[in-house]
């Protein structure tokens, strides 16, 4: 398409970051790839310290001298979704040349989805109220709870799915007033750049949304320091999280954290297995596994567990897996040649420990990154394949005998991550045992990968803490106030 090759040839010519409602030139610039090819597609601005500042200052100035009231934010956010919507066209294939995703994936999933996220938190808006409060004293005096925005929030997302990602942020922070200045991936920041043409005709006051490209340890590590900053919200690595969630710390200032995964997926013997089976497969192997809830670890129980596990490893063999412009293609590269390293490495130490691959197992010739469906059998508990986050189209299989759910949750558990779990049966008493004695953020029973955006999302253990989605989400994006008015 004219459009995208355009916008490409701009952003590789001039690189800039989308600071206060203007384009401004980066002074060093990043290279971008094309994973399914391994080619360069462009060039994107390398943003620093004095970048972010920059930023943050605009967002700042945003804030200070007017209210943007429920009502226009609603709007704006209103118009945005119909402007993604009108642009799909374009940001399908600027979004599957960029990450990596077959055009099934980004036209079926990954645009619509941001519109839905835009006008799911547009509802908002109008819908944030305080409380009066009759005090406990004495006399007549009058109390009252103001819900103002928390500030300036300083927002840094993943690769894996770069637009929903822009939505997931902006979205609340927009609804409640907050400015925010967005650092996306450096693998995948096209389409923001792409949405921040948009975000004037579509009523977003300059300076609300302030867009900064390059790495995580000079534009990221600049934004979680920013001593202006009011709120981090973060969405990547345990690794990273861990880093940024105590630096803020010793800033005092709010920060959410939605980390790692090793999401378990249980399976008791009554679950129906032609769909649990390509629930399962869809979860782990649609986009290679990079997602952070992916159900990863297949706990089935004995009677079932063999059947099941070469039903999901026919169905991931059977799984297309080629040009991401391909409309037949479902499996496209993962992003980059260091993620598939990291892949096979655990892959290549579990087959070596022992393990047996019922599919996949090996890296494809040719080029772009890819790696195919792989479920692995015979785990040991020393397999860093099992124990550790693979972020690929890698599932593990184990096996339980008995129906004890404590035991059965036990293995469960046993992960120092608790993002998202998986439970398959037709006894409600064995799925609402398993939700309550598991300890994930989320559960979801007899269903596959994907969440709600009504309900909240979130981690336990070192899958992070704090929460995005639903009114614990938003809500996140704003600060209580007391007010006591004395006879």
Known sequence: MRDIEKFLDDMSCAPAQFIGGEWVRASSTLTVEDPSTGGQIGQIGAGDAQAVDMAVRAATDAMAPRRWGPAQRQDALLALARAIEEQAAILTVLESRDAGKPIFATSHIDIPAAAAVLRYYAGWAARLTGETVELAGPGDGVGYVLREPVGVVGQIIPWNYPLMGVAFKIGPALATGCACVLKPSELTSLSALWLARSLERCGVPAGYVNIVTGTGAQAGAALVAHPDVAKISFTGSTAVGRQIA????????????????????????????DRAAMAIAMNIFSHCGQTCSAGSRLIAHESVADDLARRVAHIGASMRMGPVDDPDTRLGPVISAIQRGRIAGHVDAALAAGARALCGGVVPD???YYYPPTVLCDVTPDMSALREEIFGPVLTVQSFASTDLDAIAAMANDTPYGLAAYVWTGNLAWA?????????????????????????????????????????????????KSVAMLA
């Open 366 to 368: 040719g080029p772009g």
């Open 246 to 273: 105590a630096q803020a710390a010793g800033a005092c200032k709010r920060v959410t954290v939605e980390l790692g995964g090793k999401s378990p997926v249980i399976v008791m013997p009554d679950a129906d297995l």
């Open 432 to 480: 609402q045992g398993m939700a309550r004695r598991i300890r994930a953020g989320s559960v979801r029973i007899n269903a596959g990968g994907g969440g709600d955006m009504a309900l909240p999302s979130g981690g336990m253990k070192m899958s992070g803490f704090g929460r995005e989605n639903g009114r614990a989400g938003i809500e996140a994006y704003t600060e209580l």
